[in-house]
């Protein structure tokens, strides 16, 4: 049985960042639990340690520092470099399989666009390592939260499957508000409307598979070109650079093809027809990848429930990240990005939520229950 004042369910980047907010306030009396064996939730750089090939996001890549600027104080609070997507050279458009893809001007971002080195892992793999490392439990899966009036005891499985107990006072939730609704057995039930709102919460990108390429060099550069494609032929729709400074070259994109279909459709085989595109697009030399990665993040777990499964165009409108009233109010604090009422969805918003959810829970008023 482990007991702490606080825990906190997900170690993705909100969970991670709740968790040094919480010990910048002088406050160790807490638990982290995560699902899966490893930390970054959706943001995953390979390969895992630190490499001078650089490391390839299968996750979250950018951040737009002009209009994020909290996230961009993180980034620099945390010691990390940051660096311009590449944008330099002309686009592709791939209309139809019979005729070469067509040649535009490529264009830059409205506003910035920016990576940071080492992959938006590095952050935080930054913000892992300045944690208490005893406090962060992975391979623990969350299955029921339950008030037990005094406390709130938090059930979940470890890798093997063993009972894993936590009494504790507040629970910040850092799972997607829908992912958590669908698998986590609150008792009592959150009120329906609570409900009803976190389970339509699309999760931003779940439905989405991501295909990474490694090259020696950046070789479409020397035709002019900046990487960037968009296609209606596929299986992939978008293609960017996402060359490493000093490191690797490499290409990615994101798949057009819908998760019910990729789903039937064997690895090696989508491997095999990203590559194909690649060739038509950039040429011959896209043949021989040294490496390639595709993730499929609508088939995770961890990330995405069978509603999911279809693309969502919208970011969440503004979420309760509590009850308004009964057990659950102010002792369940939503905290993944999608709370963010600023941010949904995206890594600023991780950040932007734990910081609002850190500040509720430690408010003065609420000091009463949290510091006794
Ligand atoms: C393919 C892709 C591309 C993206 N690109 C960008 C981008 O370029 N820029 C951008 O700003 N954003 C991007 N995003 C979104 C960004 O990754 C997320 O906004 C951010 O990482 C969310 O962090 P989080 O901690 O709130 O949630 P998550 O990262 O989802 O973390 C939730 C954590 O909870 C864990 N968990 C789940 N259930 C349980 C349970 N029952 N018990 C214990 N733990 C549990 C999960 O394993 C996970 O680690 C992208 C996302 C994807 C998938």
Do not use: N
Not at 115 to 141: E, F, N, P
């Amino acid at each position: 049985m482990l007991s702490a004042r606080i825990a906190i369910i997900g170690g993705g980047l909100s969970g991670l960042y709740a968790a040094a907010l919480l010990e910048a306030r002088g406050i160790q009396d807490y638990v982290l639990l995560e699902a899966r064996d490893t930390f970054g939730g959706r943001i995953v750089s390979v390969p895992e340690a630190a490499s001078a090939a650089g490391r390839f996001d299968l996750g979250a890549t950018w951040f737009w520092p002009e209009i994020q600027p909290s996230l961009l104080r993180v980034v620099e609070e945390f010691g990390l470099a940051t660096f311009a997507q590449h944008e330099t050279g002309d686009m592709l458009i791939e209309r139809s399989r019979v005729h070469s893809p067509s040649r535009v001007d490529g264009y830059a971002s409205m506003s910035t666009t920016r990576r940071i080195a080492g992959g938006m892992g590095a952050l935080t793999d930054a913000i892992r390592y300045r944690l208490s490392a005893q406090k962060l439990v992975s391979g623990c899966q969350v299955r029921r939260v339950r008030d037990l009036g005094e406390c709130i005891e938090v059930e979940a499985d470890d890798r093997r499957g063993r009972a894993v107990t936590c009494r504790v006072a507040h629970v910040l939730l850092a799972v997607p508000p829908r992912l958590a609704a669908h698998t986590i057995d609150f008792t009592p039930a959150l009120p329906d409307d609570l409900a009803t709102q976190w389970k339509s919460c699309a999760t931003w990108m779940a439905p989405h598979a991501k295909y990474v390429a490694v090259f020696d060099e950046p070789f479409w550069r020397e035709q002019g070109l900046s990487g960037e494609a968009r296609s209606s032929v596929g299986p992939m729709a978008e293609i960017h650079d996402a060359s490493a400074p000093g490191g690797r070259a490499a290409l990615f994109g994101f798949l057009g093809v819908p998760a019910a279909v990729r789903i039937q459709v064997p690895e090696a085989v989508l491997l095999g027809h990203c590559r194909a595109q690649l060739v038509r697009l950039f040429g011959d030399r896209a043949q021989s990848p040294l490496a390639e990665f595709l993730k499929d993040w609508a088939g995770d777990p961890h990330t995405a429930v069978a509603a999911d499964q279809t693309p969502d165009v919208h970011h969440a409108a503004s979420l309760s990240r509590t009850a308004l009233s009964g057990v659950w109010r102010d002792r369940l604090i939503g905290i993944a990005s999608e709370w963010s009422p600023e941010f949904s969805g995206y890594v600023a918003g991780a950040v932007d939520a734990a910081r609002r959810g850190v500040e509720e829970l430690t408010a003065p008023d609420m000091a009463g229950s949290f510091f006794h």
